[in-house]
């Protein structure tokens, strides 16, 4: 089937300006763990299309898929071998055009992920530098150095991989001899491309087109503050505080560059070719939402993950913090702010809030780590989180699963664990499969109706039987029951297009305010509170009486 650019998306009011992400609520699907049509384990494009009805059943407005593009899977699809292909464990073309259009009309939109920090090693651009000779066009296109030391044994600098190791991997050219060495802000799989090379830019330029054209509505950029390096590449020892992504964003010379703006504003005038209002979202790791914001100036992105937002503690006051922060500064730069708690690097809101360690993002959790959380306490807190967050004026990140309460899976066996974090730390750090495994739909079956034959690529908790979608969508209190509650009445009352008032007199311990008809009060002290007159619209946990108990959030519409 060919599409053309407006036939693609026919059934999406598309009036110009109507800048839907300003205001959507976008699921993040991770598709390996989604739905497996096929039957082998992983999930599949197939998969998506056939639970697309669920989605929309569920109100969110915008779906963004984790990458799909054929990839020999070393991060998980974030190692693309090919930006213009589906990988066949995915699925093919023709599955994702079926996908897109089967969204399209049921009134969702569909953001890719995009990955144009780094390719695969097996990317064919890779394997032509490796065969090609120092100083050539073909290793231009990445970060090729000559080593230090009399005979170039030594990396080029001293840069630490997020994943853990060296940044920095020895090729041997192809005389047979070692030869210069390569960059990898991530897995050794990943060379990070050379983005002051106008070839790869007018690449990602023709990427960006290939899947506009097909009709999606928007990307995701993966890593979109790590692109430029500083000149030079000068050594640095990161803030062992600041977590894989962390650290300060003005002193890392991979992170956060100022020439990396150039890129977001091409992107910005290629995106401005097309009609339905296409949007780009950062995923921009940066230590403040100042900094984060100069990623959605008006001729950049549209957006950016919050996520000093969703690094912050269950903690009334610094979330008042963050939340007056964030709208000053992203309406400051004319920009929505948007809100996420959970995604497929952290570990899952519902266990995260009842952590009682540090846990550094990208550490994971498991078997040994400190502070395991209380479920029940985690789940409560995730509630009545995602209750306050779903009230905020902006845009919300879900992550599938969410929406039925699921936790981290802690004891993961050693053996099934596939995150590239694990192995590079020698186990030190679990990383991210906690959060990645396969979801529950029916408890009596295969997988839990991931798929129909039983296969799933890490091993399901049986607990989650009881947390299948299907037995939660009978319960009124379920946790989908009370997610499918709040983007209805989030859509009902305009919230996310709405603006926050502050109220006072409830105390230190609880974050309430009012977005249009709407009051919301969120307890994260121990003494209940008393509750305002006024119709209660949803609640993320049972109260008592009149009063508000600890953890809980209320969305109360005004008397
Ligand atoms: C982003 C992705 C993460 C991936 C990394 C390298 O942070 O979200 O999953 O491992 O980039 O592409």
Redesign the pocket.
């Known amino acids: 089937m060919t599409f053309t650019q407006q036939d693609a998306r026919p059934e999406l009011e598309s009036a110009p300006g109507s800048e839907w992400w300003r205001t959507a609520v976008i699921y993040q699907i991770y598709p390996r763990s989604f739905a497996d049509a096929s039957g082998d384990g992983l999930g599949d494009l197939p998969g998506v299309t056939a639970h697309l009805d669920d989605l929309k059943e569920l109100g969110v407005d915008a779906i963004w898929l984790s990458p799909f593009q054929r990839s020999p899977q070393k ?2 699809g ?2 693309v071998a090919d930006y213009r292909d589906v990988d066949p464990i995915f699925g093919t073309l023709a599955d994702f055009d079926a996908m897109l259009a089967g969204a399209h009309e049921r009134g969702i939109r569909v953001i890719v992920d995009l ?1 144009p ?2 390719s695969s090693d097996q990317h064919v651009w890779f394997q032509e530098a490796l065969k090609a000779a120092p100083g050539s066009p073909e290793r231009a296109r990445y970060i090729f150095r000559d080593g230090k030391g009399e005979n170039g044994e030594l990396p080029p600098n001293n840069w630490e991989s ?1 994943f853990g190791g060296g940044m920095w991997k020895r090729v041997t050219e192809a005389d047979g001899t070692p030869g210069q060495w390569y960059l990898h802000i ?1 897995d050794e799989s ?1 060379p990070d491309f050379d983005w002051t090379n106008p070839e790869v830019r007018a690449e990602f330029r023709d990427i960006l087109r290939f899947w506009l054209d097909r009709g999606v509505d928007g990307f995701r950029v ?2 979109a503050h790590g692109l430029i390096k500083a000149a030079g590449l000068p050594d640095f020892t990161p803030d062992p505080e600041g977590g894989s ?1 962390g650290g300060d964003a003005a002193g890392v010379p991979y992170w956060g560059q100022p020439g990396v703006h150039e890129v977001w504003r091409e992107w910005h005038e290629v995106l401005a070719e097309y009609d339905g209002d296409r949007a780009l979202c950062a ?1 921009a790791w940066l230590p403040t939402v100042a900094q984060t914001a100069l990623w959605v100036r008006p001729d950049e992105m549209h957006q950016a993950f919050n996520f000093a937002y969703l690094e912050t503690k269950w903690d009334a006051e610094a979330l008042r913090d963050v939340i007056t922060d964030s709208l000053h500064e992203y309406a400051a730069v004319g920009a929505p702010s948007t809100w996420v708690l959970s ?3 952290v570990v899952r809101h519902a266990s995260r809030l009842a952590l009682t360690a540090e846990n550094p993002q990208g550490a994971g959790i498991g078997p040994k780590s400190p502070g395991k959380p209380d479920p029940v306490k985690g789940l409560r807190r995730a509630r009545a989180a995602t209750s306050l967050m779903l009230a905020l004026p902006g845009s919300s990140y879900l992550y599938q699963g969410e929406e039925l309460g699921l936790p981290e899976v802690i004891d993961l066996p050693d053996d099934a664990r596939q995150d590239p974090t694990w192995f590079r730390t020698n186990g030190e750090r679990y990383g ?1 499969d906690g959060c990645r495994v396969p979801i529950p739909w029916t408890a009596d079956a295969p997988a839990y109706g991931f798929n129909d034959t039983g296969a799933a690529w890490l091993p399901q908790p049986t607990e989650w039987a009881e947390l299948a979608r299907d037995v939660q969508r009978e319960d009124p209190a379920s946790t989908l029951s009370l997610y499918r509650s709040l983007l209805a009445e989030r859509r009902a009352h305009g919230l996310g297009a709405g603006s926050l008032e502050w109220l006072d007199g409830y105390g230190d311990d609880v974050v309430a305010f009012r977005n249009g008809p709407v009051t919301v009060i969120a307890n994260l002290g121990d003494a209940a509170v008393d509750l305002p007159a006024g119709d209660v619209l949803v609640a993320s946990g049972p109260l008592d009486g009149d009063t508000l108990p600890t953890d809980t959030t209320v969305w109360i519409a005004a008397a």
């Open positions: 991060d998980a974030y190692d990955v920090n780094h997020v991530f990943q993966d890593v992504m995923e995604n497929h690097d991210r």
